[in-house]
């Protein structure tokens, strides 16, 4: 049975930083992109960033370009998401999931196998 776990969060001043990981187990999904996404209470989940498994990023949403940065490490079987000058609305539990499913990468239906989330706050 395959299992993504994320680590890393918790809580930050505005301005801050976070390296939240997700590690997957159980199945390897060799070739198999990743994302990271976001529900922050009173929101929608949404697609926060992607990345094939070559390690070449293919999408960011709007609100955090140039602050946050997806990578991966094959050897671990695990992405990460950099997260840097955070912002009070940032705040939200953020979760990996596996691009199981053809499909845009910034579609949320792509995805499947999710991992159960962590906490990341940010003050302001």
């Known amino acids: 049975q395959a299992q993504l776990v994320e680590a890393g969060g918790g809580l930050v001043q505005a301005g801050g930083s976070l390296t939240l990981s997700c590690a997957t187990s159980g199945r390897p999904f060799s070739g198999r992109g990743r994302g990271w996404f976001r529900k922050a209470p009173g929101k929608e989940r949404e697609i926060v960033a992607a990345?094939?498994?070559?390690?070449?990023?293919?999408y960011y949403t709007d609100s955090v370009k140039g602050r946050f940065t997806i990578s991966r490490d094959t050897a671990k079987n695990t992405v990460y998401l950099q997260m840097n000058t955070l912002r009070p609305d940032d705040t939200a539990v953020y979760y990996c999931?596996?691009?199981?499913?053809?499909?845009?990468?910034?579609?949320?239906?792509?995805?499947?196998?999710w991992g159960q989330g962590t906490q990341v706050t940010v003050s302001s």
């Open positions: 990345i094939n498994w070559s390690g070449t990023p293919t």
């Open positions: 999931a596996v691009k199981y499913y053809t499909g845009s990468d910034y579609d949320l239906g792509a995805y499947a196998y």
